[in-house]
């Protein structure tokens, strides 16, 4: 195919560049006692023309060529020293799900199943850092926001994801754990409003988080439609409104993109402790379908099926006396393997 390739091309340069062969002139002359053969006078030039044009129509054809990569997500969040939720959870998913994870970690976090007991924040600089680091070297097919524990380091990272022209961006904002502790401060909803929402492709709040984000109460499921609304409203291009936290034996998910028509996503809830990164799981989940090239409403789909799974396969094994962890690897897929042009650096 390569060689097939280079000769179109020869050809091809051929035709633009006109017959130069033909510009070789021959020119006959007299045998001597040295030489006693007809001389071509330019045949050694036209050689090198040919010489020369055939490696340029090489280089040209190889710089062109697609090279094998992998979909890559990155996810910006927390570390989870339990390895339930945060950077660890998302990177399970993303290989379960056969896409190449990178990680830049915003806090790392002492927590177990039972609770989160500390919090050490990283600087904004060296986030920024970690982030420079992933972007200049590889392409970045999605990205998944977690935990961004001040309004600095949000800033910070809403600067870098558009300087990078960042495609699909999945906000999760992480204020409030399954176990119903608050892990950020009041002071970044203004900053989740005013520089998160114009830039994400999707948000993903539970229902407390959308009641902190909406101003509204949420509690049913006619209250997920208002607050979603309202959202929407602030800016949003689309929100997973997540209603685990609902009463009722069903989990009801309320996906809402504008200009599109909104979309239930229910399964029967599991009776088990076992959800400790569920939300992580989720948003890292949707980053990883649209990394592998799914529309955002049949990456939403995919992946709450996958948590679903993830939930049920693990419901009966415990980890820690709390809320346990999600079995990610419940049938896991070797890494996708995608064309590209010959291009790391993400655009």
């Known amino acids: 195919m390569i060689i097939y390739g280079i000769f179109c091309s020869f050809v091809k340069n051929l035709k633009q560049g006109g017959a130069f062969l033909s510009k070789a002139e021959i020119i006959p002359r007299e045998p001597d006692a040295v030489n006693t053969d007809v001389g071509i006078v330019g045949g050694f030039d036209t050689c090198k023309r040919i010489v020369h044009l055939v490696f340029s129509c090489f280089i040209q054809i190889v710089s062109n060529m697609k090279q094998k990569t992998y979909p890559t997500a990155m996810t910006i969040a927390g570390s989870d020293s339990g390895g339930g939720a ?160 609902l009463e009722g034996d069903r989990m009801t998910d309320l996906l809402l993109i504008r200009g599109e028509k909104p979309l239930l996503l229910e399964n029967k809830k599991i009776n088990t402790p076992n959800t400790h990164g569920t939300g992580c799981t989720l948003s890292s989940a949707i980053a990883a379908y649209l990394a592998l090239g799914y529309s955002l409403k049949d990456a939403v789909i995919e992946a709450n099926r996958y948590v679903n799974q993830a939930i049920l396969s693990g419901a009966s094994v415990f980890v820690g006396s709390g809320h346990g962890p999600l079995n990610h690897f419940f049938s896991p897929h070797s890494l996708n393997i995608k064309k590209q042009l010959h291009e790391n650096k993400n655009q």
Not at 186 to 197: C, Q, S
Request: overall charge negative; aromatic content about 4%.
């Open 86 to 245: 945060g950077i660890q959870a998302d990177l399970k998913t993303f290989s379960s799900l056969g896409v190449y994870g990178t990680s830049v970690i915003t806090a790392l976090t002492a927590q177990n199943t039972t609770g989160v007991s500390g919090i050490f924040p990283i600087s904004p600089d060296f986030i920024a850092e970690q982030i420079k680091a992933v972007c200049s070297d590889i392409h970045i097919d999605a990205v998944k926001l977690g935990m961004l524990h001040n309004g600095l380091v949000l800033e910070r990272v809403a600067d870098l994801l558009e300087e990078n022209s960042s495609r699909h961006i999945i906000v999760d904002p992480v204020m409030v754990a399954t176990s119903g502790d608050s892990l950020t401060a009041d002071t970044l909803l203004d900053l989740y409003i005013k520089r998160l929402f114009p830039i994400a492709t999707l948000l993903t709040p539970n229902t407390y988080e959308a009641s902190l984000l909406s101003g509204m109460r949420v509690e049913t499921l006619q209250d997920l439609y208002r607050a979603g609304d309202a959202l929407l409203e602030l800016g949003c291009n689309g929100v997973l409104m997540k209603g685990g936290h």
